[in-house]
Each structure stands twice: as structure tokens, then as C-alpha cells.
């Protein structure tokens, strides 16, 4: 796949989620005017890209796509994979995206984040955060 530089603005969200089997959390971002979203599945609490030094890196894992609604969703999923809520909504520009690498800036007012998701292999990613402001 070729890289794309500077593609535009997208919707990133992050929900909290509960599961029978763990607690974590949902990063899910929309590409232009996808009809589905990338998601990955993060242990460790979104708060720590804020709250951290300047720089934050974590393995996260790729999930399955997932249906727009979840953009803003709060409830029960199916199947008794336990329950989301919404923590989380930024306004997001893609700056790059290739087969294996996404790259955005993403934030509100005063805490922006310049946000790197890179392949390693598989399922397994690595998230990588900047707190720009």
C-alpha cells in the first residue's frame, strides 16, 4: 500500500470496557468516511497518555472492525462480552497511513497528542503517544 500524507480529519474515540474475562479499553478510529472502524484493544488506561511524561508507549492488539455506532455507544454487547461506555472523544487528523503504520494528532484545547500505531506482527501493534501541549 502506498502512504498517504496528510489524508484529513477522522473520528477517534475510547471506551471503557468490561468483559467477562477483563477490563479494558477500546481505541477506535474512523479513516475519512470509512462505514467501519479500526479497533485495538489496550490494557492500560488512556489516562496515562496525559498523565505521563511526555512520551507513553504500549503493546495493544487488533480487533475486529466494529459498526459506527460504537463511536457513542453505552451498554451491553452480545454474547455476553460484557459492557462499553464512551470515556474518551477526539477530533483527529491522519497525517499518515500505510498497511502498518496509522500516525494522527489528535486532541481538544490544551491536550493534544501526536499518536503513532505501528504493526509488529499478527494481531500485536504498538501504540506510541506524544503529548504535544
Known amino acids: 500500500m502506498v502512504a498517504r500524507q ?6 477517534f474515540a475510547v471506551l471503557y470496557h468490561v468483559s467477562p474475562i477483563a477490563i ?18 489496550c490494557l492500560i488506561d488512556p489516562s496515562a497518555w496525559f498523565l505521563t511524561a511526555t512520551e507513553f508507549s504500549t503493546e495493544i492488539v487488533e480487533l ?8 457513542d455507544y453505552t451498554g451491553t454487547i452480545s454474547d455476553n462480552r460484557g459492557w ?7 477530533d483527529a487528523e491522519i497525517i499518515e497511513h500505510t498497511g502498518g503504520t496509522l500516525a ?6 490544551d491536550a493534544m497528542l501526536h499518536m503513532a500505531i505501528q504493526k509488529l506482527a499478527g494481531q500485536r501493534w504498538t501504540l506510541r503517544t506524544i503529548r504535544l501541549a
Do not use: F, N, Q
Open 84 to 90: 462499553v461506555t464512551p470515556i474518551m472523544r477526539l
Open 104 to 109: 494522527l494528532i489528535a486532541g481538544k484545547d
Open 64 to 71: 475486529p472492525a466494529h459498526r459506527l455506532r460504537y463511536l
Open 24 to 41: 479494558h479499553w477500546d481505541i477506535l478510529i474512523r479513516i475519512e468516511r470509512a462505514s467501519d472502524l479500526m479497533a485495538w484493544r
Open 6 to 11: 496528510g489524508i484529513g480529519t477522522s473520528e
